[in-house]
């Protein structure tokens, strides 16, 4: 059960998933009905009967209204050590229980790394800000084209695309959804947008010099 957190996206099939850096990590109960090799259902009734204990357990409502349920730690752990199957012999639950732990304690560090890097992102964000305010070719739409150009380049969508393909909230800022590598692409290109900004170039010419660019990079792959 190695390298099953989603330190990516918010995939179904992963065991841990992490969605914006500030909200804590959960585990599919699906997933967790996979583990212990029991159905959609039996998971769902094991939950029910466990209300009590687990308090408040995140769902959401899906076609056909199809109910999936969302744990934290403390839930997922309380749930799998009250279940009881064919499959959960005490050594297997032993194993499983270490290993959920594991992997949480794994979320929970990659959440504090891209926390960390969005924090230090911040004067990159201001050098950004100010290189645009004093570039005489720069208008009032500038600094939403320029970054969404710059995750165009860094991470092959603009901001809508990535919003869209991630499950972004329409309220949340896309910097809380990012991973520690993608903080670097769009700040290694952003680095790059605030040299040419400040030598006066207009977007066009900073978009078609990154785009010819990040072309070469790929034919040279």
């Given at each position: 059960?190695?390298?099953?957190?989603?330190?990516?996206?918010?995939?179904?099939?992963?065991?841990?998933?992490?969605?914006?850096?500030?909200?804590?990590?959960?585990?599919?109960?699906?997933?967790?009905?996979?583990?212990?090799?029991?159905?959609?259902?039996?998971?769902?009734?094991?939950?029910?009967?466990?209300?009590?204990?687990?308090?408040?357990?995140?769902?959401?409502?899906?076609s056909h209204n199809k109910k999936y349920y969302f744990l934290n730690e403390k839930q997922c752990l309380k749930l799998v050590g009250g279940l009881r199957t064919n499959y959960l012999t005490k050594q297997v639950r032993s194993k499983l229980i270490n290993t959920l732990i594991e992997q949480f304690n794994q979320a929970l560090k990659i959440q504090l790394r891209r926390q960390l890097t969005h924090i230090q992102s911040k004067p990159l964000t201001y050098d950004f800000n100010l290189a645009i305010d004093n570039n005489d070719t720069m208008d009032s739409h500038s600094y939403i084209n320029l970054n969404k150009l710059a995750y165009k380049i860094a991470l092959g969508?603009?901001?809508?695309?990535?919003?869209?393909?991630?499950?972004?909230?329409?309220?949340?800022?896309?910097?809380?959804?990012?991973t520690a590598n993608d903080f670097k692409q769009v700040n290694n290109i952003k680095q790059t947008m605030i040299f040419f900004i400040n030598q006066n170039y207009s977007y066009q010419e900073i978009k078609t010099i990154l785009s010819h660019h990040k072309l070469g990079q790929k034919i040279g792959a």
């Open positions: 059960m190695n390298n099953l957190v989603n330190n990516d996206r918010n995939i179904n099939n992963s065991i841990v998933i992490l969605n914006s850096m500030y909200d804590e990590p959960t585990i599919s109960a699906d997933r967790i009905a996979d583990l212990v090799k029991i159905s959609h259902r039996s998971i769902n009734k094991a939950i029910t009967r466990s209300k009590k204990e687990l308090k408040r357990v995140r769902f959401k409502i899906a969508m603009n901001t809508s695309q990535l919003k869209k393909t991630r499950n972004i909230p329409k309220n949340k800022p896309i910097t809380e959804y990012l």
